[in-house]
């Protein structure tokens, strides 16, 4: 009976084993298939009222976040299903469910658990495979895991599981993670055995000598099962602290280990017991040797070092009377690391401390060494990405540096400054304006790449458009937007350089944000100096960003890949149809910029597409998106025809506001990381008047009276910003301001 029992143990541990394994991403390679489910609406009623718990997600419009949300659930469908957990979304676009689609629901997924809504998530908290299988799990097992916060709680938790079971004490320092995750997924598979507790914080952490500011996720063991020479004289059950760091495998090899007999008793030589088997193998193994005078006093030494050594070391009991040991006197302990083919080192010591140092100072060192490595992994990764800014950087200031004694040839543009600017622009139908700094290296050399295109420009004949540069160093308040003259400057304050503006007469001013190199600004003014489109571009990922900054609607066509020679002809139809479009709607098309989409050649259009619509339509596809006056999206009847008239009176509808929009652009966007340093008003700070804006003349008298300082005083920087927002004019054509 003994002899099944311990069969049957081992093959549970087997698959227990397998299956923490397999979720702790041991298998690699897998299927080429999806465990997400898309459900229809009577799929999804069907299954309801099954046994099975479902984690859905109801689809609307298809955003850059919403994206990533969706690949972080298919991920999770995987590891969720060996859980009994069924994970899928519903298209909202396709399906109709009124509890569920709506916009109020739409950053929300659900769990159903017999036959009804269980628990709603904010994807706020479920945003990748971590938080959504340790949230998930979590709801399930919030009857089995209990939370602690205060030492008066675990207290009441030991008492109640004493004589019952052992308690595993799992503190992370927040939800959703991947510590999070080991915990949950353990407890799944082990929490009838054991009892779980969570800590995320409170005053249980200083019974536990934990920091509470600490972001190290720790886990303990409590003995608080009755155990033989389990220590009974407190009412606090002995606890052992996972040395290691928490992760799914490790925490399974812990609670193995706390399984293992406490002291092994051995009639053999060190040398011929056999090494740990599983699940113990890569634990260490100390001998102590008894005597049969000693007998009683040598187990209870060993019980005593073997509780110190918990976590950390196997113990066994060595009987030197047995025949089989041929250990000499002189040593009176020994000890075998888990390396492979690793010996026995014999010791003499004169107390127990002596072996508890030896092991920690081991374990250190191991932990010391895998934290290297991964430092080393780390900084090499680190290096590597850095290195690319600093190759960037290192080429950056050398440019700069080999031509520092070479003076830029400006003679192909035009010097812009406060007294000119207004006159300057007003001349030109478009006026392509850099700001730089001197002292930026990256400003200076996109200078000479701007002096290219300008030179090529030239040389091309093009005259209507007129390149033009502005010294921010110099004309502190220009590049301030602050005007010297009753005519307000027509964009806002630069604070990033280099940084390329198109300025027309009486029109909004549009800002390049393209390639800092002179191709990819050759081609974007070449692109914006265009009246009409008659030559219907073809948009592609490269150029797609130059296009988006002209600031007009896209009327878009998607045309799929051509399978044959009819495939190739009707896409050429299409194209010259939406010719047609530019060339009927003559100054009316002005405000649209028509262009297409071939989804063989470029494919990531697809999920553009997509995301447009919430689903993928039949292609040819029509779809007017990016207005200016909103971020709704309108589709061309899949059902009509694209033809030129046809697709005008489209067009009129939806100018008239009698069309339906079939989707939204998302509203995601990403701030940057930290705030620009506003140099100038910083060095003004350190040293008044440092950056002040000099003019000719103070620098002739500077020149004259070398020695008298000049009279810098002028309006602070709170009015000066105050006034600068209002545009209001100035006697002094030349007013110090801060960018």
């Known amino acids: 009976m003994s002899q099944s029992c311990s069969l049957f143990s081992m093959m549970w541990m087997c698959v227990a084993v397998f299956l923490l394994w397999t979720r702790s991403g041991g298998c690699t390679e897998k299927a080429n298939t999806s465990d997400l489910i898309e459900y229809t609406a009577a799929d999804f009623y069907d299954k309801l009222h099954s046994a099975r718990m479902m984690f859905i997600y109801f689809e609307h419009q298809v955003s850059p976040t919403i994206s990533l949300f969706l690949v972080e659930l298919e991920k999770s ?60 799990l979590f709801a399930i097992l919030r009857d089995e895991v209990k939370y602690v916060h205060s030492d008066a709680d675990l207290l009441a938790m030991e008492k109640t599981a004493r004589g019952k079971k052992d ?36 005053p249980v952490l200083k019974h536990l000598g934990v920091d509470e500011s600490s972001p190290s996720s720790r886990v303990w063991f409590l003995h608080c099962r009755v155990h033989t020479g389990t220590p009974v004289n407190s009412e606090r059950c002995p606890l052992t602290h996972m040395r290691k760091p928490l992760s799914t495998l490790r925490l399974h ?34 001998f102590l040797f008894s005597r049969h005078a000693t007998e009683h006093l040598d187990l209870d030494t060993a019980t005593t070092l073997a509780w110190r050594l918990r976590g950390l070391a196997l113990l066994l009991l060595v009987h030197r009377e047995s025949p089989a040991v041929k250990t000499p006197d002189e040593y009176n302990a020994a000890y075998r690391l888990p390396e492979k083919g690793s010996e026995v080192k014999y010791l003499t010591l004169n107390n127990l401390d002596e072996v508890l140092e030896l092991f920690i100072s081991q374990e250190k060192e191991t932990e010391g060494e895998e934290e290297e490595e991964k430092e080393e992994e780390g900084f090499e990764e680190d290096e590597e990405e850095d290195s690319h800014f600093g190759i960037l950087d290192d080429e950056i200031a050398a440019i700069v540096y080999e031509n520092r004694g070479n003076l830029l040839d400006m003679d192909s543009v035009t010097q812009l400054t406060s007294d000119n600017f207004h006159t300057t622009v007003a001349q030109s139908s478009l006026t392509v304006a850099l700001f730089y700094l001197k002292w930026d290296a990256v400003s200076m050399v996109f200078l000479s790449s701007f002096i290219e295109v300008a030179e090529r420009l030239a040389e091309s004949e093009v005259n209507d458009v007129q390149m033009s540069t502005v010294d921010c160093g110099e004309w502190t308040d220009l590049c301030a937007a602050q005007s010297g003259s009753s005519l307000p400057i027509p964009f806002q304050p630069i604070t990033v350089f280099p940084s390329v503006l198109l300025l027309r007469p009486q029109e909004s001013t549009q800002y390049y944000r393209g390639m800092l190199g002179s191709e990819a600004l050759h081609r974007f003014i070449m692109l914006c100096k265009l009246s009409d489109y008659i030559d219907k571009p073809e948009l592609t990922v490269e150029n797609l960003p130059s296009f988006l900054t002209l600031g007009k609607a896209l009327l878009l066509l998607f045309v799929g890949e051509e399978e044959d020679e009819i495939g190739r002809r009707q896409n050429k139809a299409l194209v010259e149809e939406m010719r047609a479009v530019v060339e009927m709607g003559g100054e009316r098309m002005e405000r649209y910029l028509a262009c297409w989409i071939h989804l063989g050649r470029t494919p990531a259009g697809m999920s553009v597409l997509g995301s447009y619509l919430g689903s993928m339509p039949p292609l040819p596809a029509l779809v007017l998106t990016h207005l200016p006056t909103g971020s709704e999206i309108y589709q061309y009847p ?62 002739e008298e500077e020149e004259e009276e070398e020695e008298e300082e000049i009279d810098m005083t002028g309006v602070n920087v709170e009015e000066e910003t105050s006034d600068s927002s209002s545009n209001s004019p100035s006697s002094d054509p030349h007013p110090h301001s801060e960018l």
């Open 638 to 699: 899949p059902s009509s025809p694209i033809v030129a008239p046809s697709v005008l009176q489209w067009l009129q509808r939806v100018e008239d506001g009698t069309e339906s929009f079939a989707g939204m652009l998302g509203e995601d966007s990403w701030s940057p990381a930290i705030k620009f340093y506003d140099f100038l008003k910083i060095m003004d700070k350190e040293e008044p008047g440092f950056a002040q804006q000099i003019s000719p003349k103070q620098e």
């Open 167 to 202: 308690i595993v004490l799992g503190y992370v320092s927040s939800l959703g993670t991947q510590e999070h995750r080991s915990m949950m997924e353990t407890a799944y598979v082990y929490g009838s055995k054991y009892q779980f507790i969570l800590i995320t914080g409170g």
């Open 253 to 286: 090899s812990f609670l193995q280990l706390m399984e293992a007999p406490l002291v092994s008793e051995v009639y053999d030589d060190p040398s011929a017991v056999q090494p740990p088997q599983f699940p113990y193998q890569q634990t260490p193994q100390v």
């Open 77 to 136: 469908a995987e590891v969720l299903q060996d859980y009994g957990i069924s994970v899928g979304k519903i298209n909202c676009n396709k399906e109709l469910l009124p509890s569920y689609c709506t916009n109020e629901r739409v950053h929300t997924a659900f769990l159903f658990r017999s036959g009804k809504e269980f628990l709603s998530f904010d994807l706020d908290t479920v945003f990748d495979v971590n938080s959504i299988v340790s949230e998930v």
